[in-house]
């Protein structure tokens, strides 16, 4: 009585678990834990992506797009982003690259607030098996196992192509022509590295004279502050070339205030083409500008995915970039992303 009392419910038991097994099997063959039909992207185990992503901070237009672009294409992507903001202090960063290694993330990211001082943590990444992917700076690390690949703007031809234009628009024919710097953060490798391509192609000529240069930490503040103490010292400023919009906006506001014509009475050349500085080349107070795309969230996730997997990536991948003058800058501005 009691054996034939309980069947029914063992056969209960089996139909349910062969209708879940079922419906297992149909979730598995739509992709259901792929990132496919807006799933999350795989780990080499099988399971969601984690991507530590140390940021340099927030200190410019160019950089609010930059973290804009990889939070968005993380989402996109269906990749598990663990951001930290280092407010551009290298010690900060350190400790958020330390944090992602105990997190046993699957990848780490991250922009160098400066050059050096990374091979240790480096190394701690490297043994811990988790790949590491610098973005949109680089490090001068000379063992380069230390990370898979460097995705970023050529910052040396970037110089080059500011340096190229004042040769070409600025004549030096009648005399010398008194030039001041804006330059990045110090020790990173953009002000590094603009600096370095824009003297190499002026020093053709010794009439293009850099008489004074000097950090704007790439703040707009900063290139106020600098600009304004830069106009005390020399009156006789002919170009201000400036490593970011942002310092080189700033700037603007203390050459205006002085009471000359940003864009006529000292023309300006700066690096990135963030909206607000585009509108300003527009506006003819600045006179050209040489792009440093930000939107680097879509390839930075692809490379995730690819050395995640193991694959093989190019040690350097360099994004596409053009220049501005004031009629490309209008004819750009109406769809302008950042």
Same mark, same amino acid.
């Given at each position: ?10 056969? #209960? ?87 992602? +290694? ?29 790949? *590491? ?43 010398? *022509? ?47 502050? *600098? ?32 009471? #000359? ?9 700066? *690096? ?12 003819? #107070? +600045? ?42 800058? #209008? ?8």
């Amino acid at each position: 009585m009691r054996t034939t009392t309980r069947l029914p419910a063992l056969r #209960k038991r089996a139909a349910a678990l062969a209708i879940t097994a079922a419906a297992a099997l149909v979730l598995a063959a739509c992709g259901g834990g792929g990132d496919g039909g807006g799933g999350s992207a795989p780990a080499a185990g099988g399971d969601t992506i984690t991507l530590g992503f140390s940021q340099v901070g927030a200190e410019s237009g160019w950089r609010t797009a930059n973290t804009k672009s990889v939070q968005d294409s993380a989402v996109a992507a269906g990749i598990d982003l663990q951001f930290s903001d280092a407010q551009q202090k290298q010690e900060n960063q350190i400790k958020a690259i330390r944090s992602f +290694i105990q997190q046993r993330v699957d990848v780490i990211a991250f922009s160098p607030v400066v050059e050096s001082g990374w091979d240790t943590v480096l190394m701690e990444a490297k043994r811990a098996n988790i790949p *590491v992917i610098l973005t949109d700076r680089a490090v001068d690390s000379a063992d380069t196992t230390l990370y898979k690949t460097f995705l970023g703007s050529d910052f040396i031809e970037e110089g080059k192509k500011a340096g190229q234009w004042l040769l070409e628009n600025v004549d030096a024919s009648a005399g010398p *022509v008194n030039i001041v710097e804006l330059q990045g953060t110090t020790g990173s490798a953009p002000a590094i590295d603009r600096q370095e391509g824009f003297a190499e192609v002026i020093k053709q000529n010794a009439n293009y004279q850099v008489i004074a240069s000097q950090t704007g930490d790439f703040t707009r503040s900063g290139g106020r502050q *600098v600009m304004e103490a830069f106009l005390k010292a020399h009156p006789d400023i002919d170009v201000l070339y400036a490593h970011n919009d942002d310092m080189g906006l700033g700037a603007i506001e203390a050459i205006e205030a002085a009471g #000359k014509v940003p864009g006529q009475d000292i023309k300006i050349i700066t *690096v990135d083409a963030v909206k607000d500085g585009m509108q300003a080349l527009a506006d003819g #107070k +600045i006179n050209f500008i040489v792009e440093c795309n930000p939107l680097l969230g879509p390839q930075l996730m692809d490379l995730v995915k690819k050395v995640a997997a193991g694959e093989e990536v190019p040690a350097r991948v360099v994004t596409e970039e053009t220049t501005f003058d004031t009629a490309a800058a #209008k004819a750009a501005l109406p769809s302008r992303q950042y």
